[in-house]
């Protein structure tokens, strides 16, 4: 599946989609409807009138938004937005029949309005967060983007639809016609598979609630800085709705199936926007200051369009930065909310962007009656420009940032901070930082910290990657204990990990044969990390899974290394002790692919796994060398130590010289004439991996992982350092 749609192969997501793009159309088409109603029915053209319904039907965001926020932190959400859907839908309903009734009145417009906005004042902020509960957290930015591509490909049908059918049949149907709609999202959440849903933590009932998410935000100068920009946008340019029927009516002439099209045409460029979003895999606080500046040029170019079929035309790149700011805004702070908070964070976001419109629709209906219509466009311009270029600066100056620009290699735009991050922020999805799994002291799993951490690039010969799965091996504990300091004291945080899958993101010089959104599996260095350099790598066969993938690197190329240092070829016999590990289980397989005889050691419990990848098994510890030799049928050829828990004399003794006994594990067995590898010049990275990667696509090497959320790498750690781990333990974001 295309990694655009990569959200829809989650069942409980594919439902949502399908119901809220059938919803999202009728919701468009009732926009179109009560705007037209106001204006050309009950009012004589009054863009006031159109101001004011608009305003009460946003009014009750700011009210109820901060409540709902808390309400959709503690209760169950497909529940709750069952309820409120069917609320608008009666809503809905009620006002399409009083309009074909033939008794509607501007009052009755105004009370339908403020109750459709403190029903929708509920349904926001849980409907944003219930995403989260439908999809994997790495998948977040995804679903979001895709949310906007069905909220925008409804308004590409809806608003076109409403003018046809208002010229047809006039508006009461409509209305109707929504009421019903909200039927699709109602069976669609009905028909969940509840068990698949992972609803994040509840908050529990205490006092404050609503105070705790404020505090929260108000500790966090990049979620302030996201809703001052939001703010600002909406309550002087995202009124289109207002401004369109201005223009359409006033400026152009038009009429009803006019003024819906131009809603349709700016639909384009926010579908564009929308999916384009959900191909990001980075959210990113600049991306909203940048489409910001883009949505403040755009819109002053389309005020000044002369005629409709210029302005139709100029609708297009508006919408696309306007939704390119809002999905950015929205994903960069659902993805760096802690998801107990998220819902209350989410109210207040949700506060500013529809919250500002009640404050921002009578002034620009205002200054379009007072001024003329192209003005009631350019104050949003304007503002957005200023406000956008204020953000910029006071980012640069707060978060003491450099921003420089490369025209001749990727990133282009590279921002780095000239002195430490702020604390302020959490900076799991920020321009230049990341998350890392790191230590500060030497200890135990319990010393470790999934935190901030500088966001690495890739130099010549090295290529970064998003990762998707990171596997935990021996080193990475011995390292975290301080086992192999030799010593020395931690200079700063240490930080973990040697192999890992992901998607290529950025490539540094020299390099060929990979492109930016490559799915590789490789090796390099702190791999345990939202984004990890690599040294050495292959492409990932698409059969594989990131987990399997991840665990390859360091266990297929140490297996290759050992097998070609012991020139193992077919007819041999080969003794592999500690055989059901990570990189014991890929000699045995790798072994077997060249056509050797495995004998393999494990505890008992490992003896049927053995089998299952083509070794004899035998059990470590006192006697292991006559156990070999019996399942051998007589002596070896070559001996490869994975595990250095076997008396290097013993190993000697099973081969036919001492030069034919390999060790990763072991490092005094050079004294009884044994060979100690730890790669270097004995290892061929590119050329093994490769190898590795055809013998996975091949299903000639099977990995069994078991995989843990970064946040639970403690665990993962205690049981590496437990031994006995039958196949690779796996890190997933």
């Known amino acids: 599946m295309s990694p655009t749609f990569s959200s829809l192969r989650y069942f409980n997501y594919r439902l949502w989609f399908a119901g809220a793009l059938v919803s999202n159309v009728g919701t468009w088409m009732q926009r179109v409807a009560q705007d037209w109603l106001v204006l050309t029915v009950l009012t004589h053209e009054s863009g006031l009138a159109v101001g004011v319904v608009t ?85 977040l930015p995804n679903a979001v983007g895709l949310n ?14 409403a003018g046809l059918m208002i010229a047809w049949v006039g508006t009461g149907w409509v209305f109707l016609i929504n009421g019903i709609s909200f039927a699709a999202a109602i069976f669609a959440l009905t028909q969940m598979r509840t068990r698949e849903l992972a609803p994040m933590p509840h908050a529990d009932r205490q006092k404050g609630q609503i105070r705790a998410g404020v505090r929260y935000v108000r500790r966090r100068s990049d979620i302030l800085i996201i809703m001052v920009i939001v703010g600002v946008v909406s309550t002087f340019g995202l009124n289109f709705q207002l401004t369109s029927a201005l223009m359409a009516r006033t400026e152009f002439g038009k009429g009803a199936g006019e003024y819906g099209i131009l809603g349709s045409v700016m639909a384009i460029g926010s579908l564009a926007g929308a999916l384009l979003a959900a191909r990001r895999e980075r959210p990113r606080v600049r991306l909203v200051i940048g489409s910001a500046f883009a949505f403040g ?31 950015a805004a929205n994903a960069t702070i ?12 989410m109210a207040l976001y949700m506060m500013v962007l529809l919250g500002a419109t009640p404050i921002g629709s009578p002034l620009v209906g205002w200054i379009g009656e007072q001024f003329g219509a192209r003005w009631s ?43 430490a991050a702020p604390a302020d922020i959490p900076l799991t999805w920020k321009d230049c930082w990341m998350r890392a799994l790191q230590f500060t002291t030497y200890g135990g799993p319990e010393v470790l910290k999934w935190a901030d951490a500088p966001d690495p690039h890739a130099g010549p010969g090295q290529i970064r990657i998003a990762v998707r799965a990171a596997s935990v091996n021996p080193i990475d ?7 192999v300091s030799g010593g020395q004291p931690l200079a700063g945080p240490g930080y973990l990990g040697f192999d890992a899958a992901g998607v290529v993101d950025e490539v540094g010089d020299g390099i060929t044969g990979v492109s930016v959104g490559d799915d590789v599996l490789g090796r390099g260095s702190n791999t345990q990390a939202h984004f990890a350099v690599l040294d050495s790598w292959a492409a990932k066969p698409s059969s594989v899974d990131w987990a399997v993938a991840a665990a390859a690197g360091v266990a297929g190329e140490t297996a290759e290394r050992g097998l070609r240092l012991l020139d193992v070829d077919a007819g041999d016999t080969v003794f592999v002790d500690g ?8 000699t045995v397989q790798m072994a077997v692919a060249r056509g050797a005889k495995v004998v393999a050691s494990s505890s008992q419990a490992n003896h049927d796994y053995l089998r299952e990848i083509g ?49 990763i594990a072991n490092f005094d067995a050079g004294r009884a004439g044994a060979r100690v590898t730890g790669g270097g010049a004995d290892s061929h990275p590119m050329e093994a991996l490769a190898l590795v990667a055809e013998l996975l696509a091949q299903n000639k090497l099977v990995i069994k992982v078991q995989t843990f959320p970064f946040e639970r790498a403690a665990e993962a750690y205690r049981i590496s350092q437990g031994g006995h781990v039958r196949g690779k333990l796996v890190l997933v974001p």
């Open 477 to 483: 504990w011995k390292m975290l204990s301080g086992a």
């Open 615 to 663: 070794a004899t098994p035998v059990l470590y510890g006192e006697g292991v060398v006559a156990r070999v030799q019996a399942a051998a049928g007589g002596p070896v050829d070559a001996v490869f130590d994975v595990a250095g828990k076997t008396p290097v004399e013993d190993l000697v003794s099973l081969a036919p010289e001492p030069s034919q006994v390999v060790t």
């Open 377 to 419: 466009i350019g104050i949003g311009s304007i503002t957005t420009l200023l406000v956008a270029s204020g953000a910029a600066v006071w980012a640069v100056r707060n978060w003491h940032l450099e921003v420089r620009y490369h025209v001749l290699h990727r990133p282009h735009l590279q921002v780095t901070y000239l002195d």
């Open 148 to 161: 906007s591509a069905s909220f925008h490909a409804a308004r590409l049908i809806g608003p076109g639809v």
């Open 297 to 327: 040029i755009t819109s002053g170019v389309m005020a000044l369009m002369p005629t409709y079929p210029s302005y139709a035309i100029a609708c297009i790149p508006v919408g696309l930065a306007s939704l390119t700011m809002m999905t």
């Open 334 to 345: 659902q993805t760096t909310t802690d998801s107990a908070m998220r819902g209350r964070v």
């Open 55 to 139: 305003a009460l039907q946003f009014a009750p965001v700011l009210a109820l938004s901060a409540w709902a926020g808390v309400l959709a932190d503690r209760v169950n959400r497909r529940k709750l937005i069952i309820g409120t859907q069917s609320g608008l839908a009666l809503l809905a309903l009620g006002l399409g029949a009083l309009v074909l009734s033939g008794h509607v009145q501007l009052w009755h417009v105004y009370i339908f309005a403020t109750l459709l906005g403190c029903v929708s004042a509920i349904d926001n902020p849980v409907r944003q967060t219930f995403v989260a509960d439908m999809v994997p957290t790495e998948k």
């Open 579 to 586: 055989g059901a590990g990570g990189v014991g289980a890929a």
